[in-house]
């Protein structure tokens, strides 16, 4: 089966623009997740997504970063304005459901420099 | 919150050695999963191992296998006959019982072990 998409695998911006990621999980995977994972430091959990519902945004920092599954499907996350700490390695993960102990399937990442 | 510590930013083993990476964690909560993941250059997070917390026996793929106790709040890896593909960043994770999240079932990680295997 395939894995995890997601893209560009690199980014390079500068502080203040825009930037947006693409993530499309395993088909039939109806929970989608978003970390953070900052440099010598363990993933954090940015969103998770129910279909296309969202079951936790608590770690989101909601005044510059967004995320949507408009159609349960694949997901983008968007961060508006960037800052320098932005700066990290953004994975995506899914599982079949929520809840269940089937295991996670992670994509490859997006690394992102903020300059 | 729950918090997930790992106090070995680094462990270097000889090959075909046997090797024990620690983790400690803190909760509240009864019921929970464990799992260690490991992440290679690639970046993609590949999981190696996962015990669930009301089994009492402890988990063991194949040359890998925890060392769980519950009271003490710590859940080991031992990596028995070390290989230069066990090379990688090694992370812990916990995760809440669904029962108790509301359906939120997010990872908690550590800060990561880098293990190096010396030939």
């Known amino acids: 089966e395939a894995g995890v998409a997601q893209s560009p695998r690199y980014k390079i911006i500068e502080k203040r623009q825009s930037v947006a990621f693409w993530c499309n999980p395993i088909s039939g995977h109806a929970t989608l997740y978003w970390y953070q994972q900052i440099l010598g430091q363990g993933p954090k959990l940015l969103i998770q997504?129910?279909?296309?519902?969202?079951?936790?945004d608590s770690q989101l920092p909601k005044d510059r970063f967004s995320a949507e599954r408009l159609k349960g499907v694949d997901s983008t996350l968007k961060i508006q304005p960037a800052k320098l700490e932005d700066s990290a390695v953004y994975l995506c993960?899914?599982?079949?459901?929520?809840?269940?102990?089937?295991?996670?399937?992670f994509g490859s990442g997006t690394r992102l420099t903020v300059v | 919150a729950q918090t997930v510590t790992q106090s070995q930013p680094e462990m270097s083993v000889q090959e075909a050695e046997t090797v024990t990476l620690s983790c400690t964690y803190d909760t509240s909560e009864s019921d929970y999963y464990l799992f260690w993941y490991k992440q290679p250059p690639s970046r993609q997070m590949i999981l190696v191992i996962r015990?669930?917390?009301?089994?009492?026996q402890n988990a063991t793929e194949n040359r890998f296998s925890v060392n769980f106790q519950k009271a003490a709040k710590s859940f080991s890896l031992k990596i028995s006959d070390s290989q230069l593909g066990d090379a990688a960043m090694y992370f812990c994770?916990?995760?809440?019982?669904?029962?108790?999240?509301?359906?939120?079932?997010?990872?908690?990680f550590g800060k990561g072990t880098h293990l190096i295997i010396q030939p």
């Open positions: 015990q669930e917390a009301y089994k009492q």
């Open positions: 997504f129910q279909n296309n519902g969202v079951v936790d």
């Open positions: 994770a916990y995760r809440r019982s669904p029962e108790q999240g509301g359906g939120a079932d997010g990872l908690t």
């Open positions: 993960a899914s599982s079949l459901v929520a809840g269940q102990n089937y295991g996670y399937t």
